[in-house]
């Protein structure tokens, strides 16, 4: 069953069973997809109400940007799951040949730059998340006031997540130019999306 279509009990299950995915990656996209959730909440509970009428056009935009980055997490869920697969099947590739053998070697780094990419991507989805959520902080139905904390904490966990299965995956691929791009642009991610979700997290303790 694709994992975005099963119940939470059966997810949860199935990440706690001795199944090797749907592993790290895949719940980072989860609590990434939570995340921008909440802030999408929060944004509904803006719109159209006459005391956040100021607020209604930003409360819209948000709305729209959450949920699409909303779709686009949950279907990095079962990417992830599915980069891992391709690696887990590798390994049952033949390796009797110096053919095969060096078949199986190319289509591993193949596997394991997949691998990368997808966690990767959720990294920049979580940051332009965080980046939604940060629009609306003090802009929005006061009541949801800490829902917006929580999401922020979400997305954060949910980049820091993703970061060490990207390096993870690095720690295998030879390709000396790919590993360098990848480190360096999720060094930056991680960087600029811890510090604006200890930022909203910070602003949101002022305001509840």
Same mark, same amino acid.
């Given at each position: #069953?694709?994992?975005?279509?099963?119940?939470?009990?059966? !997810?949860?299950?199935?990440?706690?069973?001795?199944?090797?995915?749907?592993?790290?990656?895949?719940?980072?996209?989860? @609590?990434? +997809?939570?995340?921008?959730?909440?802030?999408? #909440?929060?944004?509904?509970?803006?719109?159209?109400?006459?005391?956040?009428?100021?607020?209604?056009?930003?409360?819209?935009?948000?709305?729209?940007?959450?949920?699409?980055?909303?779709?686009?997490?949950?279907?990095?869920?079962?990417?992830?799951?599915?980069? !891992?697969?391709?690696?887990?099947?590798?390994?049952?590739?033949?390796?009797?040949?110096?053919?095969?053998?060096?078949?199986?070697?190319?289509?591993?780094?193949? @596997?394991?730059?997949?691998?990368?990419?997808?966690?990767?991507?959720? #990294?920049? %989805?979580?940051?332009?998340?965080?980046?939604?959520? @940060?629009?609306?902080?003090?802009?929005?139905?006061?009541?949801?006031?800490?829902?917006?904390?929580?999401?922020?904490?979400?997305?954060?966990?949910?980049?820091?997540?993703?970061?060490?299965?990207?390096?993870?995956?690095? +720690?295998?691929?030879?390709?000396?130019?790919?590993?360098?791009?990848?480190?360096?642009?999720?060094?930056? !991610? %991680?960087?600029?999306?811890?510090?604006?979700?200890?930022?909203?997290?910070?602003?949101?303790?002022?305001?509840?």
């Amino acid at each position: #069953m694709e994992l975005t279509k099963m119940s939470v009990q059966e !997810f949860i299950e199935v990440l706690g069973s001795d199944e090797p995915a749907p592993g790290g990656g895949s719940a980072s996209g989860l @609590a990434g +997809s939570m995340g921008i959730s909440l802030t999408k #909440m929060v944004a509904d509970l803006t719109v159209g109400k006459k005391k956040y009428q100021e607020y209604d056009e930003l409360a819209k935009t948000v709305q729209l940007e959450a949920k699409e980055l909303q779709t686009q997490l949950l279907e990095a869920i079962s990417e992830d799951t599915e980069a !891992f697969n391709q690696v887990s099947e590798v390994f049952s590739m033949p390796k009797d040949t110096n053919d095969e053998k060096e078949g199986r070697k190319k289509a591993m780094q193949e @596997a394991l730059k997949g691998a990368t990419i997808a966690p990767y991507r959720i #990294m920049e %989805l979580c940051l332009e998340s965080l980046h939604v959520t @940060a629009k609306i902080v003090g802009k929005s139905n006061v009541n949801a006031t800490s829902d917006l904390g929580v999401a922020a904490l979400n997305l954060k966990s949910a980049l820091e997540g993703a970061w060490l299965n990207v390096l993870i995956n690095l +720690s295998g691929i030879k390709d000396e130019k790919f590993k360098k791009e990848y480190k360096n642009k999720g060094r930056a !991610f %991680l960087s600029e999306g811890c510090d604006l979700a200890d930022d909203i997290y910070k602003n949101i303790l002022k305001i509840v």
